[in-house]
């Protein structure tokens, strides 16, 4: 489908002064298009030059509008030397070759130097005229919608969800090429900016050939990311679930109202049929030789090393027959699925049946280096035989698909850590294959499967169960068979019975390493990651039965490789679902009971641990209904048989017995303590300190337990790079330091967020990189939503507003970076500096924005403030159209990097910097607000002696048009909103 691009640049302001004998500057712009370029006049002596170009016309091919970005450079004309670069900007196509999407991009566009940063602005109007073309051989995709959301986008509906859709693309990194000897940084680093775009569209494309092969029409739960491999190259690849989407025509009926963001789920039943529970097993570690270079695949399957869930096949006598129609209907609308995953993690009612468990793999690989980047057969191999080991987990756990996957890469030098994980589960066949199942069988099924407990029924089968799991009757509908304890990757159902509220549940770990070279560093990192995996979901266990509760969803677990260190972080929202059984209390067990003193302090710390968990059950509300035993129908299954967590691997299985547990509950969870570690674990466990009163917090996007949602919502972005004092650390001390730089982190959150409360922190994200020896960084990003909390809401934002103003007036002084405000007035607070460095930049969701002095504008004025949230929707608002992905790519790098305030204030600028390119784009498109906002990356790299530091952010989502809810229109008109959150703070070294 041949095509014509138009580009039209109108002004520039606010440009850098160029000439010092002037204080001005004579700009000119540069219009390239693939290998195509063209000039405008030069405006003499203006940094407000105003050119009003005419039309610059590019006659291309679809393909090439997919794959290339417009590039336009803005440059300072020299007479007798060479003109002067003020900056760049890259605009994607992309969002306006769809059919119902935006038809022109206009508007202010930061002009940005990988050197500089922002420096000044340029108006542009950019638009696209397509001619219709009918050959079937053709290579674009115009027309495939892509979503960041996992979840259904709001005002679509799935007709089909076709499967699992995956490339990636493989090049040389112009970072490491030989002309990199004669080349500037700046000359590089956009070479790098422009290769990485032109690869991005690229995938893009490819994907979207995929899909249209697939007869789909778009890809929701769409994840790019890219790998840094060094001198090995650069690799970009993308996962997506292929589906047919139809859009609404009263787009009402799916968006989410004020307070309940899930309501249209809620008002459609869910179709369930039976099903059942979960445990663990550790598969060994498997060793393979490829060529010279060695690998080796580590793959979990449940609580130790794959935490699964699942159900019993002769559980249930009535819904046995149906249990094996719909098996074999799921397993024909899957097996023509190379893949049978899904990205998503929400789903439309009826689609999820059971839920099996987590299933997760890893694999550590050498990197060599890529050869002919037109050939990525190697990575591809890779993927290929991790997603092997997802699928094979999932068929042993009984179930057909794995949902809420997902892939990451850890690359350390030449090492490479590949992981995935998802959720093993059984999928109702209507939704993946059009008129595969009769409507008889759906009655069926929501005849004999009581609404909230289905998807916790194991699909498994519990005769012949892969590992050892603790299974009762569902103590919902006393029908199937249930684990005791269920993870998962995905968000909570909306459909779930829960008791009280949940909470976030993070494990960390480190582990030292030696500094070891190619095949020898492989072999140590694959001996430590079982280990590793297992103490990590140790960890989670004993928080999860600390709190109280039964079950974890939205789990992610990282495993991060260094120099001379492995770090692991899991995070996920425990809940209390009323369909499993009540977990039992901890106890603790010690090896040495002749010592007087020593059963003192195990006693002492039983009744610490006791006390901790009725606290957290009184905490989150956790008060489950007693059911009388009449009442239940069925006979009361056996007592389940203890769960012991083995501290050490040395311990014969013969010496389990002469524990004495005869006191206290018999389905206690045993820890035993049988070295100064385990103590040490123990203490940690107790050392975790809930959040302050008033807040809650998740990283799902709905916290379960909270319904009453305002409008009020604060996005926000914190990046803590904390260097290590000594090289002499033990394990002990690096998780000592890791878990009080994780906790600070939350606490410093907390404390900036005060003003908010009652308030929930949702989808928490995150993420741990090494980047340097000695060196930690925590990424976190995250959105406050407050909630009703049945107060007097006047009383609430009175005392607000002046908190605000007392604060406002308190700390203006102390701001390291002043601010200034656009619109609204908003609070600015100043917090004591710390040894760890922080920077954090909120997107408020009122009327007001935050502008940096240093930046200029960055949203066009006829749109007015753009909105940044992680989550797939806007609270008090509908979502009325989707106009494209953001998907940004950035690189920054000083040689100046005290003056501009160390490392705080280099990254502070930098990220300020990305959320105002970002606005400005969803802004041209005619959008007001980014959904599914996530960094995917935020690679951080200094070097301290040099006064030099680099850093390459990664970021993307769903730029929408949405719509206030008429009753908050009203509402805001008589009440102005109150914004409690600070757009930007910085703390440096100390």
């Given at each position: 489908?041949?095509?014509?691009?138009?580009?039209?640049?109108?002004?520039?302001?606010?440009?850098?002064?160029?000439?010092?004998?002037?204080?001005?500057?004579?700009?000119?712009?540069?219009?390239?298009?693939?290998?195509?370029?063209?000039?405008?006049?030069?405006?003499?002596?203006?940094?407000?030059?105003?050119?009003?170009?005419?039309?610059?016309?590019?006659?291309?091919?679809?393909?090439?509008?997919?794959?290339?970005?417009?590039?336009?450079?803005?440059?300072?004309?020299?007479?007798?030397?060479?003109?002067?670069?003020?900056?760049?900007?890259?605009?994607?196509?992309?969002?306006?070759?769809?059919?119902?999407?935006?038809?022109?991009?206009?508007?202010?566009?930061?002009?940005?130097?990988?050197?500089?940063?922002?420096?000044?602005?340029?108006?542009?109007?950019?638009?696209?005229?397509?001619?219709?073309?009918?050959?079937?051989?053709?290579?674009?995709?115009?027309?495939?919608?892509?979503?960041?959301?996992?979840?259904?986008?709001?005002?679509?509906?799935?007709?089909?969800?076709?499967?699992?859709?995956?490339?990636?693309?493989?090049?040389?990194?112009?970072?490491?090429?030989?002309?990199?000897?004669?080349?500037?940084?700046?000359?590089?680093?956009?070479?790098?900016?422009?290769?990485?775009?032109?690869?991005?569209?690229?995938?893009?494309?490819?994907?979207?050939?995929?899909?249209?092969?697939?007869?789909?029409?778009?890809?929701?739960?769409?994840?790019?990311?890219?790998?840094?491999?060094?001198?090995?190259?650069?690799?970009?690849?993308?996962?997506?679930?292929?589906?047919?989407?139809?859009?609404?025509?009263?787009?009402?009926?799916?968006?989410?109202?004020?307070?309940?963001?899930?309501?249209?789920?809620?008002?459609?039943?869910?179709?369930?049929?039976?099903?059942?529970?979960?445990?663990?097993?550790?598969?060994?570690?498997?060793?393979?030789?490829?060529?010279?270079?060695?690998?080796?695949?580590?793959?979990?399957?449940?609580?130790?090393?794959?935490?699964?869930?699942?159900?019993?096949?002769?559980?249930?006598?009535?819904?046995?027959?149906?249990?094996?129609?719909?098996?074999?209907?799921?397993?024909?609308?899957?097996?023509?699925?190379?893949?049978?995953?899904?990205?998503?993690?929400?789903?439309?009612?009826?689609?999820?049946?059971?839920?099996?468990?987590?299933?997760?793999?890893?694999?550590?690989?050498?990197?060599?280096?890529?050869?002919?980047?037109?050939?990525?057969?190697?990575?591809?191999?890779?993927?290929?035989?991790?997603?092997?080991?997802?699928?094979?987990?999932?068929?042993?756990?009984?179930?057909?698909?794995?949902?809420?996957?997902?892939?990451?890469?850890?690359?350390?030098?030449?090492?490479?850590?590949?992981?995935?994980?998802?959720?093993?589960?059984?999928?109702?066949?209507?939704?993946?294959?059009?008129?595969?199942?009769?409507?008889?069988?759906?009655?069926?099924?929501?005849?004999?499967?009581?609404?909230?407990?289905?998807?916790?029924?194991?699909?498994?089968?519990?005769?012949?169960?892969?590992?050892?799991?603790?299974?009762?009757?569902?103590?919902?509908?006393?029908?199937?068979?249930?684990?005791?304890?269920?993870?998962?990757?995905?968000?909570?159902?909306?459909?779930?019975?829960?008791?009280?509220?949940?909470?976030?549940?993070?494990?960390?770990?480190?582990?030292?390493?030696?500094?070891?070279?190619?095949?020898?560093?492989?072999?140590?990192?694959?001996?430590?990651?079982?280990?590793?995996?297992?103490?990590?979901?140790?960890?989670?266990?004993?928080?999860?039965?600390?709190?109280?509760?039964?079950?974890?969803?939205?789990?992610?677990?990282?495993?991060?490789?260094?120099?001379?260190?492995?770090?692991?972080?899991?995070?996920?929202?425990?809940?209390?679902?009323?369909?499993?059984?009540?977990?039992?209390?901890?106890?603790?067990?010690?090896?040495?009971?002749?010592?007087?003193?020593?059963?003192?302090?195990?006693?002492?710390?039983?009744?610490?641990?006791?006390?901790?968990?009725?606290?957290?059950?009184?905490?989150?509300?956790?008060?489950?209904?007693?059911?009388?035993?009449?009442?239940?129908?069925s006979p009361i299954p056996e007592p389940r048989q203890r769960s012991r967590l083995l501290r050490s691997q040395s311990e014969s299985s013969d010496e389990?017995?002469?524990?004495?547990?005869?006191?206290?509950?018999?389905?206690?969870?045993?820890?035993?303590?049988?070295?100064?570690?385990?103590?040490?674990?123990?203490?940690?466990?107790?050392?975790?300190?809930?959040?302050?009163?008033?807040?809650?917090?998740?990283?799902?996007?709905?916290?379960?337990?909270?319904?009453?949602?305002?409008?009020?919502?604060?996005?926000?972005?914190?990046?803590?790079?904390?260097?290590?004092?000594?090289?002499?650390?033990?394990?002990?001390?690096?998780?000592?330091?890791?878990?009080?730089?994780?906790?600070?982190?939350?606490?410093?959150?907390?404390?900036?967020?005060?003003?908010?409360?009652?308030?929930?922190?949702?989808?928490?994200?995150?993420?741990?990189?090494?980047?340097?020896?000695?060196?930690?960084?925590?990424?976190?990003?995250?959105?406050?939503?407050?909630?009703?909390?049945?107060?007097?809401?006047?009383?609430?934002?009175?005392?607000?507003?002046?908190?605000?103003?007392?604060?406002?007036?308190?700390?203006?002084?102390?701001?390291?970076?002043?601010?200034?405000?656009?619109?609204?007035?908003?609070?600015?607070?100043?917090?004591?500096?710390?040894?760890?460095?922080?920077?954090?930049?909120?997107?408020?969701?009122?009327?007001?924005?935050?502008?940096?002095?240093?930046?200029?504008?960055?949203?066009?004025?006829?749109?007015?403030?753009?909105?940044?949230?992680?989550?797939?929707?806007?609270?008090?608002?509908?979502?009325?159209?989707?106009?494209?992905?953001?998907?940004?790519?950035?690189?920054?790098?000083?040689?100046?990097?005290?003056?501009?305030?160390?490392?705080?204030?280099?990254?502070?600028?930098?990220?300020?910097?990305?959320?105002?390119?970002?606005?400005?784009?969803?802004?041209?498109?005619?959008?007001?607000?980014?959904?599914?906002?996530?960094?995917?990356?935020?690679?951080?790299?200094?070097?301290?002696?040099?006064?030099?530091?680099?850093?390459?952010?990664?970021?993307?989502?769903?730029?929408?048009?949405?719509?206030?809810?008429?009753?908050?229109?009203?509402?805001?008109?008589?009440?102005?909103?109150?914004?409690?959150?600070?757009?930007?703070?910085?703390?440096?070294?100390?």
């Amino acid at each position: 489908m041949p095509g014509k691009l138009k580009v039209k640049i109108v002004a520039g302001r606010h440009l850098p002064v160029m000439d010092r004998a002037s204080d001005l500057t004579d700009a000119f712009v540069e219009v390239k298009f693939g290998n195509t370029t063209f000039k405008t006049d030069v405006y003499l002596k203006s940094l407000n030059p105003q050119w009003n170009s005419e039309w610059f016309k590019f006659e291309v091919d679809d393909e090439d509008l997919q794959d290339e970005p417009l590039q336009i450079t803005v440059l300072d004309h020299d007479t007798y030397s060479a003109n002067d670069a003020i900056g760049k900007v890259y605009i994607d196509i992309d969002p306006l070759l769809y059919s119902e999407a935006a038809t022109v991009i206009s508007g202010w566009f930061p002009i940005y130097d990988t050197i500089h940063g922002i420096r000044g602005e340029i108006n542009v109007v950019v638009k696209v005229d397509l001619f219709n073309d009918l050959n079937r051989f053709r290579q674009s995709s115009c027309g495939v919608k892509f979503f960041c959301t996992t979840s259904i986008p709001k005002c679509y509906r799935a007709v089909v969800i076709h499967g699992f859709v995956e490339e990636l693309v493989v090049n040389e990194d112009p970072e490491y090429q030989w002309i990199d000897r004669i080349r500037t940084p700046r000359a590089s680093n956009e070479a790098r900016q422009r290769l990485i775009s032109l690869m991005s569209g690229e995938l893009q494309r490819k994907i979207g050939l995929k899909v249209l092969e697939m007869r789909g029409n778009a890809v929701v739960g769409y994840l790019q990311c890219f790998d840094l491999e060094g001198e090995s190259g650069l690799v970009v690849r993308a996962i997506g679930t292929a589906c047919t989407l139809d859009k609404l025509s009263s787009p009402a009926a799916f968006l989410p109202a004020c307070n309940s963001p899930s309501k249209e789920m809620k008002e459609s039943p869910l179709v369930h049929p039976p099903s059942h529970g979960c445990r663990s097993t550790h598969n060994s570690p498997i060793h393979t030789a490829t060529g010279s270079r060695l690998t080796q695949n580590f793959s979990v399957s449940v609580p130790t090393l794959i935490y699964t869930g699942m159900g019993s096949g002769s559980a249930g006598k009535e819904g046995g027959p149906f249990k094996a129609l719909l098996r074999q209907q799921t397993q024909s609308a899957l097996e023509q699925r190379e893949f049978p995953f899904l990205t998503l993690t929400a789903f439309p009612p009826g689609l999820l049946v059971h839920v099996g468990g987590v299933v997760s793999a890893r694999s550590v690989k050498l990197l060599d280096r890529i050869h002919n980047p037109d050939e990525p057969e190697t990575r591809d191999a890779w993927w290929a035989e991790i997603r092997q080991e997802i699928k094979s987990h999932a068929k042993a756990l009984g179930c057909h698909a794995v949902v809420g996957y997902s892939e990451s890469t850890s690359i350390c030098e030449e090492v490479c850590i590949l992981s995935a994980s998802g959720t093993a589960a059984v999928l109702n066949p209507r939704f993946l294959q059009e008129g595969t199942v009769e409507g008889s069988l759906d009655q069926r099924i929501e005849e004999n499967l009581p609404v909230g407990c289905g998807f916790c029924h194991i699909p498994y089968d519990e005769l012949n169960m892969p590992f050892p799991a603790h299974l009762t009757y569902c103590y919902n509908c006393r029908k199937q068979k249930v684990p005791d304890v269920l993870f998962t990757t995905i968000d909570l159902p909306t459909d779930a019975v829960v008791v009280g509220k949940g909470c976030l549940i993070q494990a960390r770990l480190c582990r030292l390493k030696k500094k070891a070279q190619a095949e020898a560093n492989a072999t140590a990192i694959s001996n430590l990651l079982p280990f590793m995996e297992y103490e990590v979901h140790t960890q989670l266990m004993n928080k999860l039965k600390l709190k109280g509760m039964n079950a974890l969803f939205g789990l992610r677990i990282q495993i991060t490789v260094g120099e001379n260190m492995l770090m692991g972080l899991a995070s996920a929202t425990g809940v209390y679902l009323a369909a499993l059984p009540t977990p039992g209390g901890i106890q603790i067990a010690g090896k040495t009971p002749n010592d007087g003193s020593y059963e003192q302090h195990i006693s002492h710390m039983q009744k610490k641990i006791n006390d901790t968990i009725a606290r957290n059950k009184e905490l989150y509300e956790i008060n489950p209904p007693e059911v009388p035993e009449e009442i239940l129908g069925s006979p009361i299954p056996e007592p389940r048989q203890r769960s012991r967590l083995l501290r050490s691997q040395s311990e014969s299985s013969d010496e389990v017995t002469e524990l004495d547990l005869s006191h206290g509950k018999k389905d206690a969870f045993v820890l035993e303590i049988d070295d100064t570690d385990a103590m040490e674990d123990v203490h940690s466990l107790l050392t975790d300190v809930p959040p302050p009163s008033g807040f809650y917090s998740c990283n799902t996007e709905i916290m379960p337990g909270i319904n009453n949602w305002t409008s009020e919502i604060q996005m926000f972005t914190s990046v803590r790079v904390v260097r290590l004092s000594s090289l002499n650390l033990t394990n002990q001390a690096l998780n000592k330091n890791f878990n009080g730089l994780c906790e600070n982190l939350l606490k410093s959150l907390y404390f900036k967020l005060r003003s908010m409360t009652p308030c929930c922190l949702c989808h928490v994200n995150f993420t741990v990189s090494l980047p340097e020896d000695e060196l930690i960084q925590v990424t976190v990003t995250a959105v406050a939503i407050t909630f009703d909390k049945n107060q007097a809401l006047q009383t609430t934002k009175a005392h607000v507003e002046k908190s605000l103003q007392r604060a406002s007036t308190d700390n203006e002084e102390l701001l390291q970076f002043p601010l200034e405000l656009c619109s609204d007035s908003l609070p600015s607070h100043a917090f004591p500096a710390t040894k760890a460095v922080t920077v954090e930049k909120a997107s408020p969701m009122g009327d007001g924005n935050f502008r940096n002095r240093s930046a200029p504008p960055c949203a066009s004025s006829t749109v007015g403030v753009v909105k940044m949230t992680p989550l797939s929707f806007i609270p008090g608002a509908k979502i009325t159209k989707y106009l494209g992905i953001i998907n940004m790519f950035f690189i920054r790098e000083t040689t100046s990097l005290r003056e501009e305030g160390g490392v705080s204030g280099f990254l502070h600028a930098f990220i300020a910097e990305v959320f105002a390119m970002v606005r400005a784009h969803v802004a041209a498109l005619g959008g007001n607000a980014v959904v599914s906002y996530i960094m995917k990356q935020c690679v951080f790299m200094e070097n301290p002696s040099k006064n030099q530091a680099q850093c390459l952010i990664n970021v993307s989502g769903d730029a929408v048009v949405f719509v206030r809810e008429s009753d908050l229109e009203v509402m805001s008109t008589q009440q102005p909103a109150v914004n409690c959150q600070p757009s930007c703070t910085g703390e440096v070294t100390t």
